[in-house]
């Protein structure tokens, strides 16, 4: 199942936003990178709780290196990947 998510969660993002997607090596948390907008990391943080309605893993607490980037949960039924690309997708999609 993870499989399928990372795919799905790869795939959308990389079609229909600017987030950079990196895949990760034996884990179920899959790290986001959203660099490509102009926003700061609180206004991103804001877009994705209350715009998208999607609470991801706050990068910056893992240090400055963290700064726009969020890991997304792919431990979780398909459906729910899928619901949270599209919510995802609607806010920062292309």
Known sequence: ???TNIDLLTKELSEKT?????KPEGTYLVWLDF???????NELGRLL???AK?????GITFGSEGEKHFRFNVATPTKVVAEGVKRLVSVFGN
């Open 49 to 51: 709780k209350e715009e």
């Open 35 to 41: 660099s490509a907008y102009n926003q700061d990391h």
């Open 1 to 3: 199942v993870f499989e």
């Open 18 to 22: 600017n987030i950079k997607v990196m």
């Open 54 to 58: 999607v609470v991801l893993n706050d």
